[in-house]
């Protein structure tokens, strides 16, 4: 696969953001949230499926080769963490959600947002089953169904949908001013 200096350039802003957006903590209540997801969201919305999902690809490959840039560090041992579902979800989210904005009719709030949420079921569809899988299976910490539901996703859902406004609002707003990669 051949990559433009200018796809590779936005590739690793996007890794970049994520990374920053990674360690960027927002106390709210007892919990605590960063702004990875947006900036998946937004790679997604801006670069494309393709190119949002080989930038957020290599993000998790970087965590995974040992480059700490995942929550709590990085090797391949966080493929054992509850957590990292959400990682490989990440990838298909900027997939996803960069395809169905571009077979928008109208770029718009709706159709961005419409894509936004679409990802983040994306996201929470991954993430819950492995976060389930790990607990019970591997790290012998059994949750069930109805926890992981609960904790890891209706709880989630207020904060990641106000993530979804915003990368949908940031997204117009960069189609707008012509930064959206057609493919």
């Excluded at 953001?17 to 709210?28: A, D, R």
């Excluded at 393709?50 to 040992?66: N, P």
């Excluded at 169905?100 to 936004?116: D, G, H, P, V, Y």
């Amino acid at each position: 696969m051949h990559l433009s200096t200018k796809e590779l350039i936005l590739c690793a802003l996007f890794i970049a953001l994520i990374t920053v957006g990674t360690f960027i903590k927002i106390p709210v209540g007892t919990d605590v949230y960063t702004l990875q997801f947006l900036f998946t969201l937004l790679a997604g919305l801006l670069l494309g499926p393709r190119l949002g999902a080989i930038a957020v690809g290599t993000y998790v490959v970087m965590g995974l080769v040992g480059i700490p840039v995942f929550a709590s560090g990085g090797g391949p041992g966080y493929i054992a963490q509850p957590t990292f579902g959400y990682l490989l979800g990440f990838i298909v989210q900027a997939w996803v959600n960069g395809a169905w904005a571009r077979k928008a009719k109208q770029i718009n709030f709706r159709s961005l947002l419409e894509a936004n949420l679409v990802g983040m079921v994306i996201v929470y569809l991954f993430g819950l089953v492995w976060f389930y899988v790990v607990s019970n299976y591997i790290i012998n910490a059994p949750i069930s169904v109805w926890a992981v539901i609960w904790y890891c996703g209706i709880l989630q859902v207020i904060p990641d949908v106000v993530l979804c406004v915003g990368a949908a609002m940031l997204g117009v707003r960069g189609y707008k001013a012509g930064i959206w990669l057609k493919a």
